[in-house]
């Protein structure tokens, strides 16, 4: 995989790998930003979310467990100082189906993380990442 970056102005980037597709990357307008974009930190904890969401609603469709609703919710501790690197995510799968089996949805959770989700095999090397799945839950839980 490559990926190729261009600064567009003051702290902005736009770039692009292997899809083509451009991400544009930006900080706040205090340290020298537009703060018109996403953080690349926050595209790394984005990225985690997407290979996991991605591989759990493959895995449930393949397993013919239909699910109506899915929310994936990160939250990362960082550390205090330079470099501010994640230390901790934890990460809630909510997901929504008359008929859906915990047991189905916790084996497409395990599988991600332990076979097909890259982001999160690279990652879990840095730091430790938590899981907690909630099926049918109610909105404010």
């Known amino acids: 995989m490559e990926a190729k970056l261009k600064w567009v102005d003051g702290l902005m980037f736009a770039g692009a790998a292997d899809s083509k597709h451009w991400v544009v990357m930006d ?6 930003g537009h703060d018109g974009a996403a953080r690349p930190l926050e595209l790394i904890l984005l990225g985690l979310g997407g290979c996991t969401g991605m591989d759990v609603v493959a895995i ?3 397993m013919r467990v239909a699910v109506e609703r899915f929310e994936l919710v990160l939250n990362a501790e960082r550390a205090d100082n330079h470099p501010k690197v994640f230390t901790r995510v934890r990460m809630q799968y909510r997901l929504w189906g008359p008929e859906l089996d915990p047991a189905k949805v916790q084996k497409a959770v395990d599988l991600s993380r332990t076979t097909y989700c890259s982001v999160s095999a690279m990652l879990s090397r840095a730091f430790p990442i938590e899981i907690e799945i909630a099926v049918n839950p ?4």
């Not at 109610?138 to 839980?141: L, V």
């Open 27 to 32: 900080t706040d307008a205090s340290v020298g």
């Open 138 to 141: 109610q909105d404010g839980d």
């Open 60 to 62: 449930l469709r393949k």
